[in-house]
């Protein structure tokens, strides 16, 4: 059963640091491996998208790393703003055809002005 | 591109009351999700229709949850009896892709509080 952890549970940090968000997961075997930020009381907004065969992805300040063999991603969020203040969540989604997306707990974000 | 659209946004129910959600996937995305966040949660699946039919529902209470994708398109999650614990949010998501090849999207969610 694919497991899901991101590290740490809570950050805070002053304006305009670089930072890292963790997740790592059990089962190498994945399709895919997606970031997500949810404000308060919203829904989970998709922030970037890493296929198996991929090493990483960028959008803007963002950039998504995957590392399949040693079951890890991370997070880069560079010049960080107090609107990046957030939960990130990153969702395993397994290889097969049966296999479900498995959630992390997420990382809330507190970047201070 | 519309989202994925979801109501009522909140909803406030006394227990044993009976609730229904709605959600409106991406057009043409074959995939749809309902999950439940309680508060402090990661989401947890509660049912995922490829088109109109059940992928898997193993997760969900189905004593008091029931779900169905009329047509492949939308959905509508309904609770009853509600009890205290189904206080969550309820989220919906789809995907164009089989299982879990595509990216995912999300709806804004609808709150639910049980009293």
């Known amino acids: 059963k694919q497991e899901v952890t991101q590290i740490p549970a809570a950050l805070s940090v002053p304006e305009g640091e670089n930072l890292v968000l963790n997740c790592s997961f059990t089962?190498?075997?994945?399709?895919?491996l997606q970031w997500f930020r949810q404000d308060p009381g919203k829904g989970l907004t998709s922030l970037l998208l890493?296929?198996?065969?991929?090493r990483e992805q960028t959008s803007g300040r963002l950039n998504a790393s995957l590392d399949k063999s040693s079951g890890r991603s991370t997070l880069y969020i560079a010049a960080s703003q107090p609107g990046d203040s957030a939960t990130y969540l990153c969702v395993v989604g397994g290889e097969t055809s049966g296999s479900r997306l498995t959630f992390g707990e997420g990382t809330q974000l507190t970047v201070n002005p | 591109e519309a989202g994925v659209a979801q109501s009522p946004r909140y909803k406030i129910i006394e227990k044993r009351q009976s609730v229904a959600f709605w959600c409106n996937p991406i057009?043409?995305?074959?995939?749809l999700y309902w999950y439940q966040q309680i508060l402090g949660q990661g989401p947890k699946l509660l049912i995922q229709?490829?088109?109109?039919?059940?992928?898997?529902d193993s997760q969900l209470p189905k004593d008091r949850f029931s779900a169905e994708r009329l047509k492949g398109v939308d959905s509508t999650l309904k609770i009853q009896p509600a009890k205290l614990e189904d206080s969550a949010v309820y989220l919906c998501?789809?995907?164009?892709?089989?299982?879990?090849?595509?990216?995912?999207?999300f709806g804004e969610g609808s709150r639910l509080t049980v009293l």
């Open positions: 998501a789809s995907s164009w892709a089989w299982g879990t090849a595509g990216e995912l999207f």
């Open positions: 229709f490829q088109n109109n039919g059940v992928v898997d």
């Open positions: 057009s043409g995305h074959a995939t």
């Open positions: 089962d190498s075997a994945i399709y895919n």
């Open positions: 890493i296929q198996s065969s991929q």
